[in-house]
């Protein structure tokens, strides 16, 4: 025993790479990348997701810009009608509608739009429109109140258009849904316009009972006395001329010509 340490084992020889994407020399059968050697596949690989990224979020950003500028011009349509300029709401629900058509509302908003600005507020003019909007709410699920709106819209659209038997569908489902003062009133002069004496007397009984308005009760008059009831018209226009002095001058100037073509005396309150 000299007490030498054992000599040092030599460190083994470097093995050549086993493949060329082995640059250790150690194959983990994974396939290694050389060391400062080109990468093209990666490379690629890399350029092409992100370009996809990139026009991901371009694709985004320009929903975003075209959904605002949709709103502000629907927005603008709706202030632009709120304030009568029914030329340019129609200009911007046109916009509106040529970006999305399935909106519904617009359709709603475009049917107050007349075509030209001589014809302004006349809800006559659009509805197709209103068809539009309420064909589309039927098959995208809008809640029931929205529909009621709407089709109450249409009826009075349809009423001022002289399509007074049309409107009664409308109307009359806004009635039931609703069964409001005013649907109640709108029911019953689209009943008297058709003749149905009757039944416009029914709705305004409903209209009248919840909140009398003075024209309401000169209107029950001359229905009143379509069917005859002198006594009930009478009652109605002296009320009538109580609450107000120039629904008086209106109605019993009406009441008193209709007695007159009916070849009966005025009731009390007629001229």
Known sequence: MTGRPPPS?????????????????????????????????????????????????????WRTVERQAVDRAYAD????????????????????????????????????????????????????????????????GTDAATVTRWRADRGLARVEAGDHGAALDDLRHAADARNTPDDQRRLALALAMTGDWAGAKAAYDRAVASGAQPLWLGERALVSMRLGDDEAAGVDLVRCAQLD???????????????????????????
């Open 77 to 140: 349509g709706v202030q632009a009608l709120s304030a009568g300029r029914v030329d340019a709401a129609r200009i911007a629900f046109d916009r509106v509608l040529a970006k999305r058509p399935e909106w519904a509302a617009a359709w709603r908003q475009r049917g107050y739009a007349a075509a030209s600005p001589e014809e302004a507020r006349r809800p006559a003019k659009g509805i197709e429109d209103f068809d539009r909007a309420l064909a589309i709410g039927a098959s995208s």
């Open 9 to 61: 084992p030599k460190p083994a020889p470097r093995r050549e790479p086993s493949s060329p994407f082995d640059p250790t020399g150690i194959d983990d059968h994974q396939g290694g990348i050389p060391l400062g050697e080109r990468r093209p596949a990666l490379r690629a690989t890399a350029w092409i997701s992100l370009a996809v990224v990139v026009i991901a979020i371009a694709a985004l950003a």
């Open 245 to 271: 002095p120039a629904c008086a001058e209106l109605f019993g100037t009406r009441a008193g010509q209709l007695a007159r073509d009916l070849g009966r005396a005025p009731p009390p309150g007629a001229r």
